[in-house]
């Protein structure tokens, strides 16, 4: 069984990948209808979170906020 730490670790992997994905939107690497296309269900599972949002921002997960954001 995984421990608090391990478990932190990989919700961190799993914000850093979504990270990436915002800063290559927010960098004009990627159109944003492309990553609504790809990911959006997913930034929607995000954003609808209290504790995800917190985090977010609290841990300075910046371009994901933003991009976090434009999600109703």
């Known amino acids: 069984m995984a421990t608090n730490e391990e478990n932190e670790e990989k919700f ?39 504790f995800i949002h917190f985090y977010i921002t609290f841990y300075g997960f910046e371009n994901l906020s933003k991009v976090l954001n434009e999600y109703k």
């Open 12 to 50: 961190v992997d799993f914000l850093n990948f979504f990270e990436f994905i915002s800063s290559l939107q927010m960098n004009d690497h990627i159109k944003a209808n492309e990553v609504k296309d790809l990911f959006g269900y997913y930034f929607q599972k995000l954003k609808e979170s209290s």
